[in-house]
């Protein structure tokens, strides 16, 4: 049997992006040496991404070009290389539970995907160089998301890119440009200007007083995986440990990161009518604002809080932070009611929108199902008309009407699949486990958001479950952060066949 | 001047029969019966032959033409003769064309194709059945200076307020002219004591507004708000473009195609207008979507014949006005004897059309009224007309009787005409003339 998919150009393409990967065990290198903490994990790192990476370009080398084909293998490959590889200096520095290879490389994991679920438990015996090393494989793990988003999966169609596109609104191109590259270039310069901007924000805060544990070193931790919405904190109590000024202050950096990056650009380019015409940005504001109204007005129902500031923050915090599947928390959600811990576990299923750090269904697919269905509604009653689906204006063709209502089924699929094998694990390893706290902890990961409920509480952490949960656990973080089907087209045989 | 039609058909005859009187006049066509037509009732020269062929044209006199028209049934054809005309001397040249495509490439850029002027039929055609949609009542409405000045030919039924009132009466608006009473196939040119009966046809002369409300007068209930039910047969180039039309103006029509293909791309073009795939006579359907409720009906599908059907059909079923295209002229009367309200011909409307444009050095506008015993002609007042500088009481001691002052229009101002109202040169009148003093009123104006 010969493969029809072009393994070397593949496999030398995933070489690069290790090989490239190098670069960034640099910066918890020289917070080690700041700190005077050993720099051994990040060189032990560097050096295998550098090998390995070096080592598959040079025995792949000679493949084609990177077609349709081969961009899922590399994309899927990509995120499972730099996971493992994010997993050493973990290993290496043998702190804590991170010590444990399969804890490692859930963690590294974590946060490649942007998940933000941990397995640390006690923060104090790590050393900041490897949190940073934590903070900083989500902020990269943003990063290729929107690149990949962005410049890849919108040519392969899949993704909600299409839909994506559609929003973008752009007659002639479907992308911001027309290389790969250059939205690419611009898609990192405006990451990592706005992560910039979110450092300065909060450590402004510090400066003038208002923060005294924003210190500089928590401004750039926050600043890594609040604009890419992934949730990791340095601090234990993630964002219960900060002032009331600055919970309020990191709201605005997860909503940005859920915005559209391309969005994003032309509103930084002086187009603001554009978040007016975007239907899937209102759509957004929208169910954020029911989701956040409607949790503080149950806070403030249950008494769960002193004051109405504190329902409001936290309602309006926890809501957006579920929502964008950053997954910080404000407050230990979990002693909640059990109706405000099921709004926030309604949460997960959203996320941000299309072109956006975020993961999980995302807004733009619920709005062309909802759309669609009000179009089934109305040709139950007119079997005869003709009624396209128009997305701000632009009309979405048949065939992505139905990839997208199918997203939305495969996904949900998973979750309940997933959460009776988590189910399953657990009362297989003797774990105690109630259903609300299987089903949370399979849509945390699945849908990327981080913590869930119970055990896997935002105060918490996932180092509880069985070792086997955790394997699925990775898998499955893995399979939702590039959206299931660049992962799911490898397991069909048609992919490896002509 | 000297005036080279290409294509004698419908609207090449027409055309050289309004322009013959005054310009010399050459027709070509391939078809060796259509030449010998033209010979026989036209004061023109008939030439055989090929219109896009170079020798053909030069033998027509292509050299020397001041105007080149290319009005075939073939868009392609009529963009050659244009095309030609161009390379052989240096005509002002008017281009038909069928196909909107034609008039989206040629709008942005005048002179594409050689054309200098392009008049396409179907979204003439369109235009106007917009503008009857939204007069109730109305059997034409013609636009002049470029908006300001509409006129419009309204039939007066049974149930309407007007009927029985005088003139003097019904006059209750500043800005409007009452130009004739058409009855029982006479021109009437009515005075203030002229009594409007049931079964007449009124001929108004105004500002937009006003023929609006006259309208509304007319036929009060007959009055589509913006919630009005326009059902649209047919979703060829006619039929997109009126349903664009009435979508722009804020209506929601609902368009029927059945042709599955193109009415995914109509809907897809048409976000305010509810595209249904359908067979336009199909009763099952027509009663699932209660046609019969719909306040105006157009049938705008390939044949005339299944328009008169679904015009009929939807009559039938309860609603209450039709308008129909038909490709036919000779049907246009016979389909408004068996019950159609109005039909609209294409080829008429582009005839009219081409000859208000190729008249423009004076007299930039012309509408048909009844068949042909009147027109009205917009006229721009130079320093020799009767009118200049005097007022319309003045001049029209000087014009023959049949001749009706419907509106001046200066600049973009609509200025109610007055005995008193005094017209300056570079003023637009709109005149409302027989056909008998036509030729003696255009001298003088």
Same mark, same amino acid.
């Given at each position: 049997?010969?493969?029809?998919?072009?393994?070397?150009?593949?496999?030398?393409l995933?070489?690069?992006?290790?090989?490239?990967?190098?670069?960034?065990?640099?910066?918890?290198?020289g917070?080690?040496?700041?700190?005077?903490?050993?720099?051994?994990?990040?060189?032990?790192?560097?050096?295998?991404?550098?090998?390995?990476?070096?080592?598959?370009?040079?025995?792949?080398?000679?493949?084609?070009?990177?077609?349709?084909?081969?961009?899922?293998?590399?994309?899927?490959?990509s995120?499972?290389?730099?996971?493992?590889?994010?997993?050493?200096?973990?290993?290496?520095a043998?702190?804590?539970?991170?010590?444990?290879?399969?804890?490692?490389?859930?963690?590294?994991?974590?946060?490649?995907?942007t998940?933000?679920?941990?397995v640390v438990?006690?923060?104090?015996?790590?050393?900041?160089?490897?949190?940073?090393?934590?903070?900083?494989?989500?902020?990269?793990?943003?990063?290729?998301?929107?690149?990949?988003?962005?410049?890849?999966?919108?040519?392969?169609?899949?993704?909600?890119?299409?839909?994506m596109?559609?929003?973008?609104?752009?007659?002639?191109?479907?992308?911001?440009?027309?290389?790969?590259?250059?939205?690419?270039?611009?898609?990192?310069?405006?990451?990592?200007?706005?992560?910039?901007?979110?450092?300065?924000?909060?450590?402004?805060?510090?400066?003038?007083?208002?923060?005294?544990?924003?210190?500089?070193?928590?401004?750039?931790?926050?600043?890594?995986?609040?604009?890419?919405?992934?949730?990791?904190?340095?601090?234990?109590?993630?964002?219960?440990?900060?002032?009331?000024?600055?919970?309020?202050?990191?709201?605005?950096?997860?909503?940005?990161?859920?915005?559209?990056?391309?969005?994003?650009?032309?509103?930084?380019?002086?187009d603001?009518?554009?978040?007016?015409?975007?239907?899937?940005?209102? /759509?957004? &504001?929208?169910?954020?604002? @029911?989701?956040?109204?409607? +949790?503080? #007005?149950?806070?403030? =129902? *249950?008494?769960?809080? $002193?004051?109405?500031?504190?329902?409001?923050?936290?309602g309006?915090?926890?809501?957006?932070?579920?929502?964008?599947?950053?997954?910080?928390?404000?407050?230990?959600?979990?002693?909640?009611?059990?109706?405000?811990?099921?709004?926030?576990?309604?949460?997960?299923?959203?996320?941000?929108?299309?072109?956006?750090?975020?993961?999980?269904?995302?807004?733009?697919?619920?709005?062309?199902?909802?759309?669609?269905?009000?179009?089934?509604?109305?040709?139950?009653?007119?079997?005869?008309?003709?009624?396209?689906?128009?997305?701000?204006?632009?009309?979405?063709?048949?065939?992505?009407?139905?990839?997208?209502?199918?997203?939305?089924?495969?996904?949900?699929?998973? /979750?309940? &699949?997933?959460?009776?094998? @988590?189910?399953?694990?657990? +009362?297989? #390893?003797?774990?105690? =486990? *109630?259903e609300?706290? $299987?089903?949370?902890?399979?849509?945390?990961?699945?849908?990327?958001?981080?913590?869930?409920?119970?055990?896997?509480?935002?105060?918490?952490?996932?180092?509880?479950?069985?070792?086997?949960?955790?394997?699925?656990?990775?898998?499955?973080?893995?399979?939702?952060?590039?959206?299931?089907?660049?992962?799911?087209?490898?397991l069909?045989?048609?992919?490896?066949?002509? | 001047?000297?005036?080279?039609?290409?294509?004698?058909?419908?609207?090449?005859?027409?055309?050289?029969?309004?322009?013959g009187?005054?310009?010399?006049?050459?027709?070509?066509?391939?078809?060796?019966?259509?030449?010998?037509?033209?010979?026989?009732?036209?004061?023109?020269?008939?030439?055989?032959?090929?219109?896009?062929?170079?020798?053909?044209?030069?033998?027509?006199?292509?050299?020397?033409?001041?105007?080149?028209?290319?009005?075939?049934?073939?868009?392609?054809?009529?963009?050659?003769?244009?095309?030609?005309?161009?390379?052989?001397?240096?005509?002002?040249?008017?281009?038909?064309?069928?196909?909107?495509?034609?008039?989206?490439?040629?709008?942005?850029?005048?002179?594409?194709?050689?054309?200098?002027?392009?008049?396409?039929?179907?979204?003439?055609?369109?235009?106007?059945?917009?503008?009857?949609?939204?007069?109730?009542?109305?059997?034409?409405?013609?636009?002049?200076?470029?908006?300001?000045?509409?006129?419009?030919?309204?039939?007066?039924?049974?149930?309407?307020p007007?009927?029985?009132?005088?003139?003097?009466?019904?006059?209750r608006?500043?800005?409007?002219?009452?130009?004739?009473?058409?009855?029982?196939?006479?021109?009437?040119?009515?005075?203030?004591?002229?009594?409007?009966?049931?079964?007449?046809?009124?001929?108004?002369?105004?500002?937009?507004?006003?023929?609006?409300?006259?309208?509304?007068?007319?036929?009060?209930?007959?009055?589509?708000?913006?919630?009005?039910?326009?059902?649209?047969?047919?979703?060829?180039?006619?039929?997109?473009?009126?349903?664009?039309?009435?979508?722009?103006?804020?209506?929601?029509?609902?368009?029927?195609?059945?042709?599955?293909?193109?009415?995914?791309?109509?809907?897809?073009?048409?976000?305010?207008?509810?595209?249904?795939?359908?067979?336009?006579?199909?009763?099952?359907?027509?009663?699932?979507?209660?046609?019969?409720?719909?306040?105006?009906?157009?049938?705008?599908?390939?044949?005339?014949?299944k328009?008169?059907?679904?015009?009929?059909?939807?009559?039938?079923?309860?609603?209450?006005r039709?308008?129909?295209?038909?490709?036919?002229?000779?049907?246009?009367?016979?389909?408004?004897?068996?019950?159609?309200?109005?039909?609209?011909?294409?080829?008429?409307?582009?005839?009219?059309?081409?000859?208000?444009?190729?008249?423009?050095?004076?007299?930039?506008?012309?509408?048909?009224?009844?068949?042909?015993?009147?027109?009205?002609?917009?006229?721009?007042?130079?320093?020799?007309?009767?009118?200049?500088?005097?007022?319309?009481?003045?001049?029209?001691?000087?014009l023959?009787?049949?001749?009706?002052?419907g509106a001046?229009?200066?600049?973009?101002?609509?200025?109610?005409?007055?005995?008193?109202?005094?017209?300056?040169?570079?003023?637009?009148?709109?005149?409302?003339?027989?056909?008998?003093?036509?030729?003696?009123?255009?001298?003088?104006?």
């Amino acid at each position: 049997m010969k493969l029809s998919v072009d393994l070397r150009a593949a496999i030398a393409l995933v070489g690069s992006v290790l090989k490239y990967l190098t670069v960034a065990f640099v910066l918890p290198a020289g917070v080690a040496v700041y700190y005077g903490e050993t720099v051994v994990p990040f060189v032990t790192a560097a050096v295998v991404s550098f090998v390995v990476g070096v080592g598959l370009e040079t025995v792949c080398r000679g493949g084609g070009d990177l077609g349709g084909r081969e961009a899922f293998l590399t994309v899927a490959l990509s995120w499972l290389g730099v996971a493992l590889i994010g997993a050493v200096p973990f290993i290496v520095a043998g702190e804590g539970v991170l010590a444990s290879p399969m804890s490692a490389v859930f963690e590294s994991m974590s946060g490649i995907t942007t998940t933000g679920a941990t397995v640390v438990e006690s923060f104090d015996v790590h050393s900041r160089s490897v949190l940073i090393w934590r903070q900083l494989i989500q902020w990269l793990g943003g990063l290729g998301i929107l690149v990949v988003a962005t410049a890849i999966l919108s040519e392969l169609s899949v993704g909600g890119a299409q839909l994506m596109e559609t929003e973008t609104q752009t007659q002639n191109v479907n992308k911001l440009t027309p290389r790969i590259e250059e939205t690419a270039r611009i898609i990192v310069r405006l990451y990592v200007a706005l992560t910039v901007a979110q450092t300065a924000f909060l450590y402004s805060l510090n400066a003038v007083g208002l923060a005294p544990r924003m210190t500089f070193y928590n401004a750039v931790a926050h600043a890594f995986t609040s604009v890419s919405t992934s949730g990791f904190s340095p601090e234990p109590r993630s964002i219960e440990a900060f002032a009331p000024v600055v919970q309020w202050a990191m709201i605005p950096g997860m909503l940005v990161g859920a915005t559209s990056f391309i969005l994003i650009y032309y509103v930084t380019h002086g187009d603001t009518a554009r978040l007016r015409r975007s239907e899937e940005f209102r /759509f957004y &504001g929208v169910v954020l604002s @029911v989701f956040a109204v409607t +949790a503080t #007005a149950l806070l403030v =129902l *249950d008494g769960a809080h $002193a004051t109405v500031e504190e329902s409001l923050r936290h309602g309006v915090f926890n809501v957006v932070s579920m929502l964008t599947t950053t997954g910080y928390a404000s407050t230990d959600f979990n002693a909640w009611s059990s109706a405000g811990k099921h709004l926030l576990f309604v949460c997960m299923f959203f996320g941000g929108m299309a072109g956006s750090t975020t993961c999980s269904i995302k807004m733009v697919r619920w709005l062309v199902v909802a759309k669609a269905f009000r179009r089934d509604l109305f040709k139950a009653v007119h079997p005869d008309a003709v009624r396209p689906v128009r997305l701000s204006g632009s009309v979405v063709d048949e065939d992505t009407v139905r990839d997208t209502y199918a997203f939305v089924l495969v996904s949900l699929v998973f /979750f309940f &699949g997933f959460t009776v094998f @988590v189910a399953v694990d657990s +009362a297989r #390893a003797a774990v105690s =486990l *109630d259903e609300f706290e $299987a089903m949370s902890a399979a849509a945390a990961t699945f849908f990327n958001i981080g913590p869930a409920f119970g055990d896997a509480g935002p105060m918490n952490s996932y180092a509880g479950f069985p070792e086997t949960t955790k394997l699925g656990m990775v898998v499955m973080m893995w399979v939702g952060r590039i959206e299931i089907i660049p992962i799911l087209v490898l397991l069909t045989p048609t992919y490896w066949r002509r | 001047m000297k005036i080279l039609i290409v294509g004698a058909g419908q609207v090449g005859t027409d055309i050289a029969s309004s322009l013959g009187e005054n310009h010399e006049i050459t027709v070509v066509d391939e078809d060796a019966e259509r030449v010998e037509e033209v010979t026989y009732n036209i004061d023109a020269l008939a030439v055989e032959g090929d219109g896009t062929s170079m020798e053909v044209l030069r033998e027509a006199g292509v050299d020397e033409a001041d105007i080149v028209i290319g009005t075939t049934d073939s868009d392609e054809t009529n963009l050659a003769v244009c095309g030609s005309a161009k390379t052989a001397g240096d005509p002002f040249t008017v281009g038909r064309v069928k196909k909107r495509k034609f008039l989206e490439t040629w709008e942005p850029s005048p002179g594409a194709f050689g054309v200098d002027l392009m008049v396409a039929s179907n979204v003439l055609t369109a235009e106007k059945i917009a503008r009857l949609v939204v007069t109730p009542a109305a059997h034409d409405v013609d636009v002049f200076s470029e908006g300001t000045v509409q006129m419009a030919e309204f039939e007066v039924g049974d149930d309407s307020p007007v009927a029985g009132e005088t003139v003097a009466e019904a006059d209750r608006f500043d800005s409007l002219t009452f130009a004739a009473v058409l009855r029982n196939g006479d021109v009437v040119i009515p005075s203030g004591s002229t009594r409007i009966e049931t079964g007449d046809r009124v001929v108004v002369i105004g500002s937009p507004e006003s023929v609006h409300s006259f309208a509304v007068d007319v036929a009060p209930s007959g009055t589509p708000d913006k919630d009005a039910d326009i059902v649209v047969f047919g979703g060829g180039e006619i039929g997109e473009v009126v349903a664009s039309l009435l979508q722009d103006r804020g209506f929601k029509p609902r368009l029927v195609e059945s042709e599955g293909g193109r009415a995914r791309e109509l809907a897809e073009e048409l976000p305010e207008t509810v595209v249904m795939e359908s067979d336009a006579t199909d009763r099952d359907f027509l009663e699932r979507e209660r046609i019969g409720d719909a306040d105006i009906a157009v049938s705008a599908l390939d044949s005339d014949e299944k328009n008169l059907l679904s015009a009929l059909i939807a009559g039938r079923m309860g609603v209450e006005r039709s308008i129909v295209v038909t490709e036919n002229t000779e049907y246009t009367e016979l389909f408004e004897t068996v019950g159609v309200d109005v039909a609209v011909n294409p080829r008429q409307e582009v005839a009219e059309e081409i000859t208000r444009l190729t008249q423009k050095n004076r007299t930039v506008g012309l509408a048909l009224v009844g068949s042909e015993q009147a027109e009205v002609v917009e006229v721009e007042i130079d320093g020799e007309s009767v009118f200049a500088g005097r007022t319309i009481h003045e001049a029209d001691g000087d014009l023959p009787g049949g001749v009706v002052v419907g509106a001046v229009s200066r600049g973009v101002e609509f200025v109610p005409p007055r005995g008193g109202t005094t017209i300056h040169e570079g003023d637009h009148v709109v005149l409302f003339v027989e056909a008998e003093v036509h030729d003696e009123v255009l001298e003088k104006v």
